[in-house]
């Protein structure tokens, strides 16, 4: 799945936000300084005001777009840049309190020295904010993972050419020479060389490999297996030499750039920058309140916890993300201690076959499951907390940090991932959730994993949001039933 750049508005709606907090705060300061040491919003005059400006920042954001190319902008260039945005910002409200004859209820001095206050901070949130993401990048934190598949006399001309922008949002990996190269380097321009005629297919799914770029000359004859069998893995596909009909109807394509390059893109699923912003927006706002429900869980249930089994309340463990990231996933630890070492003891009575994932009725590695109800269940604190889905709420965390999704596929466990085939990949072609398909079509009812794959491929294929909000609705109901938890 990848997203499409329509509109600057949305690839930069961090910097849409920090701007309205800058207002909101040159507002207030004003008011208190010039005005009254009270309550601005109180002043039902200045309260109109204030959504006066918030509503002609946001025309110029959507009309005007101050945002593009920020991120190559020198210094001098975001100041001019900050300040035409501070004009007509201020042109434009006296343009209407002029329509509205209300110029005169309104002191210039108290707009002026707003308009000053909100140009200083703009300025100063936007440098910061921008090193931020200069770090970020550094570190390739939030960039998509880039293989070059290309030939060993176009290597080169293919990095310089990727590199020339300054700030893209991908990293290159690496780089696989097709069958004609030769050569016996392990790095080109500072950067892993793979491949040499190997079968590459495999060894793509198991690294973090968000998108490939195919650098090859116009005559050179691309066997149609390796597209198939990436689109297959869910990963993204660009040809910078020619327009490439796949036999997959459900392939979606796209002209655009890549760092540059003319490009076709071929993936199973390609959505707008606006609607990767507004999941994301979702997923903080659900991660947040996902996180003060976590805290006051924890009040309650942590006690519980360390009293039958003393140790840590929370699990960690390494889980594979979107196209291979790894990351470490959080839960309320409901087995005990020895629960990984002893995993090794039950796969003999692992109900998905292939061992691709692990699931058993009446785990004894849960706390408490030697205690039983009258039908011979455990009904343990660890069994409480599984079927009430309580172990899950600590995930609200990887959820704001980005590591995961309110909405998406459930994420493999790196002797999980390991055992993966290559179309197995494409459920984690999508950002991972807590909750998705297959958590609402059966949970642990479902023991064939390829149905697991298929019910995933299905969701990254058709998402929208109105399918996000029915398994979130659906999600509820299930655990308020208890349905599928083990």
Known sequence: MIS???????????????????????????????VNAGNPYSVILYRYQIII????????????????????????????????????????????????????MFSRRFVLFMMGTYLLLSYLTRTFRKRAIYKRRLDNKGRRSLMVITTRYMAEEAIETLRRSAYHDFFISGIILLSNSSTDEKEIMGIPAHGRGEDFLEMLSREWVDEVLFY????????????EALLEMGITVHHSFQIMNTSENSTRQENGYLGGIPVITSSIRIISVRDVALKRLAD????????????????????????????????????????????????????????EERKKEYMEQNKIQDGLMFKMDDDPRIIGSEKKDKNGKPRGIGNFIRNTSLDEFPQFWNVLKGDMSLVGTRPPTLDEWEKYDLHHRIRMSAKPGITGMWQVSGRSKITDFE??????????????????????FKTVGVVLRHEGAE
């Open 4 to 34: 499409q750049a329509k509109n600057s508005v949305f690839k930069h709606l961090d910097f849409i936000v920090l701007d309205l907090i800058c207002l909101q705060v040159s507002f207030v300061l004003s008011f208190v300084l010039l």
């Open 53 to 104: 400006f918030n509503v002609i920042q946001l025309l110029m954001d959507f009309f005007l777009e101050p945002y593009k190319n920020i991120l190559r902008r020198n210094t001098l260039q975001e100041i001019w840049a900050t300040v035409k945005n501070v004009f007509f910002l201020m042109a434009l409200d006296f343009l209407y309190l002029f329509a509205v004859h209300q110029l005169q």
């Open 216 to 227: 090859l000359p116009v005559n050179y004859t691309l066997p149609e297996r390796y597209l």
């Open 284 to 339: 903080i706002l659900g991660g947040i309140t996902g996180c003060l429900l976590t805290g006051i869980i924890f009040i309650f249930i942590a006690p519980a916890i360390y009293i039958k089994s003393p140790g840590p309340i929370f699990f960690s463990q390494w889980r594979v993300g979107q196209n291979g990231r790894k990351f470490r996933i959080y839960k309320f630890r409901s087995m005990y201690m020895d629960a």
């Open 451 to 472: 149905e697991v794959v298929r019910l995933d491929e299905w969701y990254i294929r058709n998402w929208s949001w109105e399918l996000d909000a029915r398994i979130l």
